[in-house]
């Protein structure tokens, strides 16, 4: 077919055809092809690395129990390569060799911080991995902080029971540690490669480059921040976590709002409190969770403890969480592995119904209701350090989203906690301050002063973890009830049952 040029004339309409050869067509395309062959490489080039670095992907585990072990909640590094946002640690590479390149620092490895690794598996339960940002990140998941593990002996084999408080877990060290080593010198693209390698890992010509030309330098700049903001916690006057505890809300005031912690008051910096269990949550819907009682709804507890995680509004995994709450939902508490004399817990049984039940069994008047501090009288740093102001701040998160916080308050005491899977729970209080159900039902001043936590035998008579042997003291970390935040006083419920009685409840209570 002919093309047609139309020209407009004062006498009408001239209409000149052009006609163009089959050969005229076919040089037009070659050229047209000879022009942008030349750019079909970049083209691919510049999409591949558009892919290579936009894409976000993780390992799906089908089985619940591993998603919670192993199952990325978007903690890892997200956003984008020039303004990346969220996750506290660096990337997988970088994270597995630490210790291996700083062995002075961490002589015993992960592991050594009470960190739990099952066979098969390179990273600890706690540890996920996902491609973010053109490389394998890792992140901290809710099963850091909620997997402990119980021995019946020194020679026996580890129980690992997911959703129990992590009692062995060091986590400021950890980060201590994590922070310490990624700023060190010797943390450079060759000897992380190198390291990577020796351990068995291909490292791929691109990664090589990648990691030489953006990962290491990019990783100094985060880690520097991360230190600038919550090193004044983890380095400063205050008194040390230990193992089993967090400060739940002061990392996240500086690291989720950039507050400048050396401008807040010294005690609201003193908040550690232990982990606690996450198992039988649908009846605790509704209660007051966390240990002062500032949330009603699981939900938004369970998204709040993710961006303690190192989670942001922007790299958050909504699905991944859901899985999770779905599971923990009915997970039921762990039985006690060992054995019960089933005469003294029938007595014990109508001791708990008299004394515990009305703040502390499901359906207790007031159970899941804050007790004032007036009244429990424990210490009160915990309480203190979670302040109005960040309440009102935490309210200003995911805005106009159905994920924006309405549950959070400031409250005046502590709540009162159902006791399910009690016996998996110690050392006892919201503190950690007091090491078994036995001492808690003494008078505060025959509660021991100094104790050792962190060591997973149990004590079948106290009902709590064995801290009196030279092994216990080896493997845990000393706590000093004198310390600002580490008092054992207070919660004198049941302290004047006569000693026989005393035990009766005390083996009631391992059946919960």
């Known amino acids: 077919m002919p093309d047609e040029m139309v020209i407009k004339t004062g006498e009408g309409k001239l209409v000149d055809e052009i006609y163009s050869s089959p050969v005229d067509q076919w040089q037009h395309n070659v050229r047209r092809w000879l022009i942008l062959i030349p750019l079909l490489p970049l083209i691919i080039i510049v999409g591949y690395l558009i892919w290579y670095f936009t894409s976000d992907r993780t390992e799906y585990h089908a089985d619940i129990q591993e998603h919670f072990k192993y199952g990325s909640i978007g ?21 597995k ?23 098969g598996h390179d990273m600890p339960i706690g540890i996920s991995r996902r491609w973010r940002l053109g490389v394998e990140q890792v992140g901290v998941n809710c099963a850091a902080c909620h997997t402990g593990t119980v021995r019946e002996s020194p020679g026996s084999q580890p129980i690992i029971v997911l ?106 910096l003193i908040g550690a409190a232990d982990f606690p269990s996450l198992w039988n949550q649908h009846p605790r819907e509704g209660m007051h969770l966390h240990w002062d009682g500032n949330n009603t709804s699981v939900d938004e507890r369970n998204l709040s403890a993710s961006l303690g995680a190192g989670v942001t509004p922007v790299t958050v995994d909504h699905a991944s969480l859901q899985r999770i709450h779905d599971w923990i939902w009915t997970l039921p508490p762990p039985k006690y592995p060992f054995a019960i004399d089933q005469t003294r817990s029938a007595r ?152 026989d009685q005393k035990r009766d409840l005390i083996e009631f209570m391992k059946t919960l």
């Open 163 to 268: 959703g129990m408080p992590a009692h062995e877990f060091d986590i400021e060290k950890f980060f201590q540690f994590v922070l310490s080593c990624s700023l060190d010198d010797r943390v450079t693209a060759d000897n992380v490669i190198a390291k990577a390698e020796e351990s068995g890992d291909h490292v791929s010509l691109m990664q090589k480059l990648v990691f030489k030309t953006a990962i290491i330098p990019l990783l100094k700049l985060q880690t520097l921040s991360l230190q600038n903001r919550i090193g004044p916690l983890l380095n400063g006057p205050y008194p040390a976590w230990g193992r089993g505890r967090v400060d739940t809300f002061n990392p996240y005031k500086a690291v989720q709002f950039n507050w400048n912690l050396d401008e807040l008051p010294h005690a609201e």
């Open 348 to 499: 014990g049984k109508a001791i708990f119904d008299s004394e515990c039940a009305g703040c502390h069994s499901f359906g207790g008047a007031k159970t899941g209701t804050v007790e004032s501090l007036a009244s429990v009288n424990t210490d009160p740093y915990r309480l203190n350090s979670y302040t109005y102001e960040f309440a009102t701040a935490q309210a200003g998160l995911f805005p106009d989203s159905q994920y924006r916080f309405t549950h959070f308050s400031k409250t005046g005491g502590y709540a009162n906690q159902p006791l399910d899977g009690i016996w998996a729970r110690a050392p006892y209080l919201h503190n950690g301050s007091v090491p078994s159900l036995s001492d808690l039902l003494n008078d505060p001043a025959d509660r021991p002063r100094q104790f050792v936590r962190g060591y997973d035998v149990y004590d079948q008579q106290k009902v709590g973890f064995v801290q009196d042997t030279p092994e216990a003291r080896n493997a845990g970390f000393l706590y000093d009830t004198s310390i600002p935040g580490n008092g054992n006083g207070g919660h004198l419920f049941g302290t004047k049952l006569p000693a």
């Open 75 to 95: 903690s890892e590094p997200g956003g984008n390569i020039f303004t990346p946002v969220g996750g506290v640690l660096p990337p997988y590479l970088v994270f």
């Open 97 to 119: 060799t630490l210790p291996k390149v700083c062995p002075d620092k961490l002589p015993g490895g992960y592991a050594s911080l009470g960190l739990i690794f099952e066979p």
